[in-house]
């Protein structure tokens, strides 16, 4: 099977992490990948740095290498309307923001979608696309060590409207702690206690899966996709945009840490049981399969 990936993200976000996991997943499994995406992004330089095929991204390029594959997988909405313009074989597009369609004409046009989250599906029944062109592939994260950590983390995302950066600093302020915001968290997680995801619409939230692979505990929004991946009391906290409740859910993490300690072997079981790269690659597999038959 050869697969042609495309991305156009700048950043390595989330969505690039998943690529390239993706692609060294399905290299295991004999699969042939070619990359088009940025020249110099990060995620065109990481797959190169692994041996894997990568290709400026560009309409002439899709439109001559989807010819040489079986089947385009689109990872964003960029490159999803690039591919359908440079048409071939069949697409699938990956789908993870949370916000409504507003092409219904593009959405029209992928053999099949790979939905982020059970949320993000209905968002996309919800802009026109038949259910059964849509297939559920949850994020899959790698497995970290349990942190050990007593640091509050966040993400630094000021960059980015729908990230709560600042709800999250104003909460761990009130609650009187110090709040370490990371732009790499897998580096910084060994450090963490607990991790704060505040966003304002999210497909599902790879961060909090990542922290919650290293035995982290979770503050999340309760918003989107996250209700997916954090079950409330049982694998972490979910709360609403405000600063207080930022700093409330802070605070009863710190003043019990029993109960702190079995959010985060909880956190840990769920993703052991539903979100590892192995059954990200697998599910995708699937897909693909099912799109050739």
Do not use: C
């Amino acid at each position: 099977m050869r697969i042609l990936h495309l991305d156009a993200g700048r950043e390595m976000r989330g969505g690039q992490w998943q690529v390239l996991r993706l692609i060294e997943g399905l290299a295991g499994t004999g699969v042939e990948s070619t990359l088009l995406a940025r020249p110099g992004s990060p995620l065109a330089t990481a797959v190169r740095a692994r041996g894997w095929r990568v290709v400026p991204l560009g309409f002439a390029q899709a439109a001559v290498l989807a010819r040489r594959h079986d089947l385009v997988h689109a990872h964003d909405a960029s490159s999803h309307t690039l591919a359908t313009f440079a048409g071939g074989v069949p697409l699938l597009v990956a789908r993870r923001v949370a916000f409504p369609i507003r092409s219904r004409w593009k959405y029209a046009s992928a053999r099949h979608y790979l939905a982020v989250s059970e949320f993000v599906k209905r968002v996309l029944m919800a802009g026109g696309v038949a259910e059964p062109k849509i297939s559920v592939v949850y994020d899959g994260v790698p497995m970290l060590e349990p942190s050990a950590g007593n640091r509050v983390l966040a993400l630094a995302n000021f960059d980015d409207l729908q990230k709560g950066a600042p709800v999250a600093m104003e909460g761990a302020r009130l609650a009187g702690v110090e709040l370490l915001l990371t732009q790499n968290l897998e580096r910084d997680l060994p450090q963490a206690a607990a991790f704060v995801y505040i966003t304002h619409a999210e497909g599902l939230g790879s961060a909090a899966l990542l922290a919650m692979s290293a035995g982290v505990p979770v503050i999340a929004s309760r918003v989107g996709g996250l209700p997916e991946v954090v079950r409330d009391r049982e694998t972490g906290l979910l709360v609403e945009n405000s600063p207080a409740a930022v700093a409330a859910a802070i605070v009863e993490l710190a003043r019990d840490p029993e109960f702190s300690r079995r959010l985060g072997q909880a956190a840990r079981r769920a993703v052991v049981e539903n979100f590892t790269v192995n059954h990200m690659v697998r599910r995708t597999m699937e897909v693909y399969q099912k799109v050739l038959s």
